[in-house]
């Protein structure tokens, strides 16, 4: 990811800043502010947090108003997307049909944002 960012600055060099869609509740969003400059070790540029106080309620709650697209493993379940083998859909969406049958309901449902990463092996 960082010789990504740097291979985009060199070509893009009037770049000073980089919206992120990290949030209070992902990993490392506790310490972050709204505006940011990176860390040490990753180009220079102002990180610009502007969901970060938002709850995963209201993440959903803009993406379905605005009708915005969004990967369609969310309808299947999954609520954090991370690697291919890591990623699973969440057991707190989980339901039982009559027949035994195991589907999962729509990301967007899940109420509780505590739960949102009950799919990912950490």
Not at 100 to 114: I, T
């Amino acid at each position: 990811m960082r010789e990504a960012f740097a291979d985009y600055l060199v070509h893009n060099d009037r770049v000073e800043a980089i919206f992120v869609g990290t949030r209070r509740t992902d990993p490392h969003g506790g310490r972050l502010g709204s505006f940011q400059r990176t860390d040490g070790g990753w180009p220079g540029f102002m990180r610009v947090h502007p969901v970060i106080e938002w709850r995963y309620g209201e993440v959903w709650a803009f993406l379905k108003h605005l009708d915005i697209p969004y990967c369609e493993l969310y309808d299947q379940g999954y609520t954090s997307l991370g690697g291919t083998t890591d990623t699973h859909p969440n057991p707190a969406l989980k339901v039982v049909g009559s027949a035994g049958e195991l589907s999962h309901r729509p990301a967007y449902e899940l109420e509780d944002d505590d739960l949102e990463r009950l799919g990912r092996d950490w």
